[in-house]
């Protein structure tokens, strides 16, 4: 009875040794009748220092394909900004926890937003790459988009000292450590 037993357990384990030595699928998760295709200037992310943002467009008209590839990178930095803002904003206020706290969420939006349209203006382009698609005669513009953290953070810091009913409830160094925290986690 042993015997068969480890007979059992031999036969098995051989099993598994033959089923491990087949052809794996790639650990991408690509299938093998797909082919990866990595975009022009993917390789600019946003990190703990920066925001960056990728745009892409497509036209006839090579002018229309850039402007396309810009609006599509600052709607996406403007987006980016604003979820990062908000959740500083969030969790700023939360850690201070205010008698006020609805209203003076509500103050930090409003600078929030005025100080992301402005600086939008300021952001700089720091990747772009054309392609013309021969056979359907079109071309296709890539960019990335970048704007410093610390620009940003002191836009912002000034926008609340400039706001007299803001002052009195905000503390710089608890401010600028949420602010840190939130870009810290562009780190990956």
């Known amino acids: 009875m042993k015997k068969h037993f480890l007979y059992i357990l031999l036969g098995i384990g051989f099993m598994f040794a033959v089923t ?9 998760g690509v299938s093998s009748d797909e082919k990866e295709v990595i975009l022009p ?3 600019f992310k946003s990190d703990d220092d920066h925001f960056r943002a990728h745009g ?3 036209s006839m008209d090579a002018n229309v394909a850039k402007q396309k590839a810009v609006s599509n990178a600052r709607t996406a930095m403007a987006g980016q900004l604003s979820s990062t803002i908000k959740v500083v904003g969030d969790n700023y206020i939360k850690s201070s926890e ?3 706290t609805e209203e003076l969420l509500e103050r930090f939006e409003q600078n929030a937003r005025t100080v992301i349209n402005q600086e939008l203006r300021g ?6 790459r054309m392609t013309r ?3 359907r005669n079109q071309f296709r513009y890539y960019l990335a ?18 706001d007299e009913s803001l002052k009195i409830d905000y503390n710089y160094e608890r401010f600028k450590e949420t602010f840190n925290e939130e870009m810290a986690k562009f780190r990956n």
């Open 145 to 162: 988009l970048e704007l410093s953290g610390s620009d940003m953070f002191d836009k912002y810091y000034q926008s609340l000292t400039n």
């Open 56 to 58: 892409f467009g497509e």
């Open 133 to 135: 698609v021969g056979d």
């Open 123 to 128: 952001v700089k382009t720091v990747c772009e």
């Open 20 to 28: 491990s030595c087949k052809k794996k699928k790639e650990a991408t």
């Open 98 to 100: 205010y008698n006020n």
């Open 41 to 43: 200037c993917i390789e």
